[in-house]
């Protein structure tokens, strides 16, 4: 079945420094990719997507590329800020199964960034 | 534009009893999504509702029902509460176009404690 894997954390960072976070996932298909993050307290914000092959989202000076040849979505920063920190999800979304409306989450990864 | 919208932020019931909760979707979108969030299981996917009708259902047990109304707020009903339904509750909403579904938006969850 479809799955995500994303790295274990947390990973502590001290401020400016480069974030990458990585992200695999198994899939029958062409899934779409998603990266949300969840601050304290609070539910899932998008924080970028991809729908193809090759495609880049980006957001906030976030990024993360689909790569269908490692499978990978992997997220990365150049220069992480003190209020980044929180927990990222990795997700998909299957296409071509037709269900496009039921979303698989990676396990997530706390991020807590040092000032 | 309203996000999405769910109510009661808390919620603590007693082993037995039954729960409702309730969301509103952003305006304009007909699919809606349920996730239960726990630390030991992550985020998993419970069921989506497109146009007042169950279209994918996860993994959980029949006390677990759903039900959307011709205005696209949905609700989701957990029957005799167990102590393992104590989680976040998280509703996604998202619009349909051309068969697929956009990007899904999250609330704020409800937080239910089972005593």
């Known amino acids: 079945g479809n799955s995500v894997t994303q790295m274990e954390g947390p990973v502590t960072l001290s401020e400016e420094a480069f974030l990458t976070i990585n992200c695999t996932y198994t899939?029958?298909?062409?899934?779409?990719l998603f990266w949300y993050v969840q601050y304290p307290g609070e539910g899932l914000q998008l924080l970028l997507k991809?729908?193809?092959?090759?495609d880049k989202g980006s957001n906030k000076g976030f990024e993360a590329t689909y790569r269908k040849e490692t499978t990978s979505f992997h997220l990365e920063k150049g220069s992480v800020q003190v209020s980044d920190s929180a927990v990222y999800f990795c997700?998909?979304?299957?296409?071509?199964?037709?269900?496009?409306?039921?979303?698989?989450f990676g396990q997530g990864t706390t991020l807590q960034v040092k000032p | 534009k309203a996000g999405v919208t769910q109510t009661p932020r808390y919620l603590i019931k007693t082993r037995g009893q039954q729960v409702t909760l309730s969301c509103s979707p952003i305006?304009?979108?007909?699919?809606v999504s349920w996730y239960q969030q726990t630390p030991g299981q992550g985020l998993q996917f419970l069921f989506e509702?497109?146009?007042?009708?169950?279209?994918n259902k996860g993994n959980f047990p029949g006390r677990f029902s759903g039900r959307q109304f011709s205005n696209s707020r949905s609700e989701m009903n957990v029957s005799t509460l167990e102590l393992g339904d104590s989680a976040l509750y998280l509703c996604?909403?998202?619009?349909?176009?051309?068969?697929?579904?956009?990007?899904?938006?999250f609330g704020q969850g409800t937080r239910l404690t089972v005593v």
């Open positions: 996604a909403s998202s619009l349909v176009q051309g068969g697929e579904n956009t990007e899904a938006f």
């Open positions: 899939a029958t298909g062409y899934p779409s």
């Open positions: 991809a729908t193809k092959a090759d």
């Open positions: 997700a998909l979304s299957d296409r071509s199964s037709g269900n496009t409306g039921k979303l698989i």
């Open positions: 305006s304009g979108h007909r699919s």
């Open positions: 509702y497109f146009s007042e009708t169950q279209r």
